[in-house]
């Protein structure tokens, strides 16, 4: 009888310990998937193959009779019983024919992002601020912006990794479109699965995706990383020791612990006049700006009550956006662009000709331009604030003959809008910004776009970054008045 008890314990052991294993492979190789997302319809429950291709899915059976299996680069599957091989047919894109013209054309290469990194010292004197992990499946992505207005595809991303944490641990790499009205990521454009990993950390890890004819636009394009597990060692604890001299107490010895269960990415301190929409996440089918969402509130409370960070090594900053500092992380990317001249009629107005009637400074954080709206809502701030030479020199562009004009204009009639002029302005610019649509917008040459909403039209031209408005036209400004 006894016998017969132990044999029924060890096949219920046997029973509760065992869970069967499935692959994902590719339809087309048999080659292992790594790192497919495996969850249960309509909710956020999910499992993570290894690098492998390997996972075991008896949690997720226990809790729904259909799953749903997705890989960047393959068609989404439904499945409906368990199977120790699950296989996933690549997405190829069909190209439509079409004739080819050979032209010689001159080709450049340009890094945009972060090209800085934090130095094993630094990590120590900056206190471990310049220190970004995440949990396995996290996302992280970086808006890095066009700043230079280039016209070409991504050749390499390039992350680099600190020798914290497990700097062999895979992670994978997306991008996502950014929108010429919105400043937010837009669409995936990943086509591909796209995994890497560091080696022994302090290092550049580059990964080549020419391949993949990856668009710039002009607004720059958004990097985003995926956090996975080392899947050897599956946590990690790093001690940092920093030496604070406070205001208060005098110089003291602390120690930070940092704890995590993948690589460790380096970042760079920034302002928050440069990196305010740097960084975003994704939470509750949402996307975060996650500097805006601190970096004003900040701002505010420290103008509000007149709060000075004296804390650290008795330095005094003030409540500004050049004194408040966010961190970005270490990701940049190579591009190839066509090099060439811009060739349309408008221009930046000369900076010294306005100078005579007002000097003013450019403000890109008061007044920012990196989408079109941000353009319209910078032109209603500049008008309500009746500050009209900012706008007319950093807002607008000119052919010579509207820049001429421009300036005999301002010589007759002054560099003030009267309430009147305000007024019909104002409602010029809520017109256009109402029937603001990517449709709307079409591309004239180079990068001179025509907007057009409700068979009004005007010019905008993205220079240097920057989105600019040519006022002449759509005739809110003539040589009669101010404004028509």
């Known amino acids: 009888m006894a016998k017969l008890h132990f044999t029924i314990f060890c096949l219920f052991i046997s029973l509760v310990g065992f869970s069967q294993k499935t692959i994902i492979l590719d339809s087309t190789t048999n080659a292992p998937i790594a790192f497919v997302r495996v969850s249960i319809p309509g909710s956020d429950t999910y499992l993570l193959s290894n690098s492998k291709g390997e996972i075991a899915l008896d949690s997720l059976w226990i809790k729904s009779n259909t799953l749903s299996v997705f890989c960047y680069g393959y068609v989404r599957k439904t499945i409906s019983k368990n199977q120790s091989t699950i296989l996933l047919s690549p997405t190829f894109k069909e190209l439509k024919e079409s004739k080819v013209v050979v032209t010689k054309r001159r080709y450049s290469h340009r890094k945009l992002g972060e090209t800085d ?148 990415l380096g970042s760079q301190s920034r302002p928050y006049r440069v990196s305010k929409h740097i960084n975003w996440g994704f939470r509750n089918n949402k996307w975060y700006d996650e500097n805006l969402a601190f970096g004003d509130k900040i701002l505010e409370i420290r103008k509000r009550h007149i709060v000075r960070d004296t804390t650290f090594e008795n330095k005094l900053y003030l409540p500004s956006p050049d004194h408040t500092y966010f961190q970005v992380p270490c990701i940049n990317i190579d591009v190839k662009y066509i090099k060439q001249k811009n060739e349309s009629e408008f221009e930046d107005p000369k900076k010294r000709k306005l100078n005579r009637f007002e000097k003013v400074k450019e403000d890109n954080f008061l007044y920012p331009q990196n989408t079109i709206n941000e353009l319209f809502n910078s032109l209603n701030k500049g008008i309500e604030k009746n500050e009209f030479i900012y706008v007319l020199k950093y807002l607008c562009v000119y052919s010579k003959d509207q820049f001429d004009d421009l300036l005999k204009d301002l010589n007759h009639l002054g560099t003030k809008l009267t309430p009147k002029d305000q007024e019909s302005c104002l409602k010029w610019i809520k017109k256009f910004q109402a029937g603001l649509t990517e449709e709307n917008i079409s591309l004239v040459e180079g990068n001179e776009f025509l907007l057009n909403v409700n068979g009004e039209k005007v010019y905008l031209l993205h220079e240097k970054g920057k989105w600019k408005l040519n006022p002449y036209s759509s005739r809110i400004y003539n040589t009669n008045s101010s404004l028509e």
């Open 117 to 264: 990194h934090p130095t094993p010292r630094d990590v120590k004197s900056d206190w471990g601020t310049n220190i970004l992990t995440g949990s396995n499946g996290e996302l992280q992505v970086v808006w890095i912006p066009n700043e230079k207005s280039l016209k070409g595809y991504l050749e390499k991303v390039n992350v680099f990794i600190l020798a914290m944490g497990q700097p062999s641990a895979y992670f994978r790499i997306h991008f996502y479109a950014c929108s010429k009205l919105k400043l937010e990521p837009a669409e995936e454009i990943t086509s591909q699965n796209i995994i890497a990993n560091g080696t022994t950390g302090n290092e550049w890890v580059t990964v080549d995706v020419s391949s993949l004819r990856i668009p710039l636009s002009e607004n720059g394009i958004f990097v985003g990383i995926e956090w996975f597990e080392n899947e050897i060692n599956t946590s990690f604890i790093d001690t940092l020791t920093f030496n604070v001299n406070y205001v208060d107490r005098g110089r003291v010895t602390e120690k930070h612990v940092y704890k995590g269960n993948g690589c460790v």
